[in-house]
């Protein structure tokens, strides 16, 4: 798996590796904060969300033409200055009143910019390392690698942001209870002659405030948006840390990736006329259709997939157990799901090692992460753990880097027998996993009341956290066969003089992708939730199928 990589794989991931920390920090609590700090309706929250995750994936598309001028470096470097202003605004708590607003639109628009300017340019250098001979081979391998190197940051995005929001909760002597920002809220607008508030969303509110040991609504109601509001912004300070050991590793790993940091121009100027591939006009045309072919159907991936910072988040919050107990526990430590990993992939070098030695000291590595995760279990205590709804956007990035070397072991052992899947083909299997996923949600989802009844005051027999759990498993699968494919599918196709701006167009579906999926917010409502989640299904299936009926001129266009 990473055996005959080049050192530049691993420079270029790591430096990912810490700016996906910081993004996927803010991104765990970003819903939250807009909804405990200004008091935004769901519908309004999906559109500020969608339209920032819109803007952090299609001005990629920007970065890529830029980059195609300028360099990959130089626009790499600017987006990690960029993003860092962006962060550091973010973090800077100001009022809730329309001031507050503007700055954080402000704040949104630079961390996208500077995120646009980063990202597809980093992955198109990853791709040029592979443009040499010597390890063309690996491509796959290395999007998939590097993929993971993304999931290794977010996996501990949730925890930190967890943490924090629990810290200073608790410095002012609060704890975190979901229910509580939007009754606040609701009382506030209550009070002030805005909005209507039944006598059962009252009573429980003061049941809640009583929990906190508050006897005053009013300031209980201020405080408490004040308190979580401040921790949340303690939270986007994260990223800003996040960036700084970004850039470190940029700059002083530079000489491991410095020869893939060339664009066609670069090349041509330098009069290595040679190393830029010509190709005809009918076979850019080709190949661009295919790409493009490509980008329309992974605009419904990124809607179904990307409902897990959204709607997912919603249901997490207002749908499923706020604590678990039993062996459950193990899974809400991401100390216990490092550990996890750790023992999947010593198990996975028992058998790849050549020498005895190194097959001894995978074991000893097994059995000490086996021994860990059953010591913390152990010694947990048998108290039922409190559970935030974030917490669970941990378990996409931890299945991804679990099952990495399990899909590349498939593949490796496919393609040997020459019956591995063309990265086309492997998306269109995605799709039909992902519907899989949104499938498990519908089923969960049946006789629970719509949210509109929730805010009214309606009981809800909250659902075990295996059907979150159950559907990022299935939705992780989709991933694989989709994301890291994809990306490399665009720096293996994309015609020469254009990789910038083709991998930015890959970025541009993803925005439209992530736009689209303010719309199951927006009905977020008083439709039934398993309706929500047969949209998405639908939609899924339509795509694989529209892809597999393309799948011949996609296969030529690589050829």
């Known amino acids: ?274 190393a830029v591939v010509e190709l005809t006009p009918e076979q850019t045309k080709s190949r661009i259709t295919a790409l493009m072919l490509v980008f329309a159907v992974v605009i419904f991936f990124w809607m179904a997939f990307h409902q897990n910072g959204l709607t997912l988040t919603f249901f997490a919050r207002d749908y499923t157990a706020q604590s678990v107990e039993g062996p459950l526990r193990i899974g809400f430590s991401v100390m216990n799901l490092a550990l996890i990993i750790v023992a999947v992939y010593a198990l996975f070098q028992i058998f790849q090692s050549e020498k005895a030695k190194g097959k001894l000291l995978s074991v000893a590595i097994l059995l000490l992460s086996i021994g860990g995760v059953i010591w913390n279990y152990n010694t947990s205590g048998d108290e039922p753990m409190k559970i935030l709804p974030q917490i669970f956007q941990q378990f996409n990035p931890f299945f991804v880097v679990a099952l990495t070397p399990v899909s590349m072991a498939v593949f490796g052992a496919l393609a040997k027998k020459g019956k591995e899947p063309s990265a086309p083909r492997k998306i269109g299997i995605g799709m039909f996993i992902a519907a899989l996923g949104f499938l498990i949600m519908a089923i969960g989802s049946i006789g629970l009341p719509t949210p509109d009844a929730l805010k009214a005051g309606a009981e809800v027999n909250r659902v075990t956290p295996n059907i979150l759990i159950s559907t990022y498993l299935v939705l992780t699968f989709a991933e694989l066969f989709l994301s890291p494919m994809g990306i490399s599918f665009v720096s293996k196709v994309a015609p020469p003089k254009y990789k910038g701006a083709m991998m930015g167009c890959w970025f541009a579906a993803t925005a439209i992708g992530n736009y689209l999926v303010s719309v199951i917010g927006m009905l977020w409502g008083d439709i039934q939730l398993w309706v929500l989640w047969t949209i998405l299904i639908a939609l899924c299936l339509i795509s694989a199928i529209f892809i597999f009926s393309m799948m011949k001129r996609l296969e030529n266009a690589t050829k």
């Open 1 to 274: 798996m990473f055996k005959g990589q080049p050192k530049g794989l691993y420079a270029l991931a790591l430096a990912n590796t810490g700016e996906r920390f910081g993004y996927y920090t803010m991104l765990a609590i970003f819903t939250l904060f807009l909804q405990a700090k200004f008091g935004f309706s769901e519908a309004v929250t999906s559109n500020i969300f969608a339209g920032f995750l819109a803007a952090v994936y299609f001005l990629p598309l920007l970065g890529g033409f830029l980059a195609d001028k300028f360099g990959y470096g130089k626009m790499v470097t600017a987006g990690i200055i960029v993003m860092f202003a962006g962060y550091t605004c973010l973090a800077i708590p100001v009022d809730n009143g329309t001031t507050g607003i503007v700055a954080m639109i402000g704040s949104l628009f630079l961390i996208a910019l500077g995120t646009g300017l980063f990202k597809g340019n980093l992955q198109v250098m990853v791709g040029n390392l592979y443009d040499d001979p010597k390890y063309s081979a690996k491509r796959d391998a290395a999007f998939s690698i590097f993929y993971m190197a993304i999931n290794v940051g977010s996996l501990f995005a949730p925890t930190a942001a967890t943490k924090i929001t629990e810290y200073f909760m608790g410095k002012g002597g609060l704890t975190y209870d979901a229910e509580i920002p939007a009754l606040a809220h609701q009382y506030l607008e209550y009070l002030a002659g805005k909005e209507q508030m039944t006598a059962d969303a009252l009573a429980k509110f003061e049941t809640l405030a009583q929990s906190q040991g508050a006897t005053d609504l009013t300031a209980f109601a201020n405080n408490y948006i004040e308190t979580l509001s401040g921790a949340y912004h303690w939270g986007f300070a994260v990223a800003c840390v996040s960036l700084v050991v970004s850039m470190l590793i940029y700059v002083c790993t530079r000489k491991t990736y410095k020869h893939a940091d060339v664009n066609a121009k670069q090349l041509e100027k330098a009069g290595n006329k040679e």
